[in-house]
């Protein structure tokens, strides 16, 4: 089976500026999660999606958001971007029918400037 | 409120010993914990898990222990191989009340492995 995708896998924007990053899961699986990871705050859960509804939540401003498709492709918005977004966005995919262990994709790095 | 803890940033061992990493949790309602293995700007990758109904799980090399009543949990690599060098991560979740796809990461210790 193919892994879990992730793209763009780099990305330089600026301030102000808004994002769409887009991550399709492992065949079959229906959970998608999403994390941020900086050096200072370390890997930070964001949201996951489960059937196209959004399950669970993390502390995140409203400027973050997500969507999730019927085929389980997932997308992450972030509006009007700060210096602080800069990170590595991770998406992770489980089956999410308990089985939750999480298999992720290889990122976008997102630079703010 | 750090509800997983990886209280050693770094750790090194020689080649062919064992390599043990450690993880203490505060969340009594975590029952399902995992480990990962990840490099700078990749995505982790999975190696082990284990349920709270267990206290051992193997696979391999990987060992993970669960001290439930201590809230610890480790994993023991054996022996270890210098492609081992790596950022760790211990992962949890609760998977009960359907917060089974929020993970809660730990800060990451580094391992070294030295020929």
């Known amino acids: 089976k193919a892994g879990v995708t992730q793209t763009p896998r780099y990305l330089i924007k600026t301030r102000g500026q808004q994002v769409t990053l887009s991550c399709s899961p492992i065949?079959?699986?229906?959970?998608v999660s999403w994390y941020q990871q900086t050096p200072g705050q370390g890997l930070q859960f964001l949201f996951e999606?489960?059937?196209?509804?959004?399950?669970n939540k993390g502390n995140f401003p409203g400027r973050f958001s997500g969507r999730q498709f019927s085929n389980s492709r997932s997308e992450m918005n972030v509006s009007t971007l700060e210096l602080g977004d800069s990170a590595l966005y991770l998406c992770?995919?489980?089956?999410?029918?308990?089985?939750?262990?999480?298999?992720f994709g290889p990122g976008t790095r997102l630079l703010v400037l | 409120d750090q509800q997983v803890k990886q209280n050693s940033p770094s750790l090194s061992v020689q080649e062919g010993r064992i390599s043990i990493l450690n993880c203490d949790y505060t969340n009594s309602m975590f029952d399902y914990f995992l480990w990962y293995k990840k490099y700078p700007a990749e995505g982790p990758t999975f190696l082990i898990s284990?349920?709270?109904?267990?206290d051992k799980n193997e696979d391999g090399r990987f060992t993970v222990f669960l001290n439930k009543s201590a809230k610890h949990l480790s994993l023991h690599i054996v022996p270890s191989q210098p492609g081992d060098s790596a950022v760790y991560f211990c992962?949890?979740?609760?998977?009960?009340?359907?917060?089974?796809?929020?993970?809660?990461f730990g800060q990451g210790t580094e391992l070294s492995v030295k020929p």
């Open positions: 992770a995919s489980s089956p999410g029918r308990g089985e939750e262990t999480q298999y």
């Open positions: 992962a949890a979740s609760a998977r009960s009340g359907n917060q089974g796809g929020k993970l809660i």
């Open positions: 065949s079959g699986h229906r959970s």
């Open positions: 284990i349920s709270s109904i267990k």
């Open positions: 999606y489960f059937s196209e509804t959004q399950r």
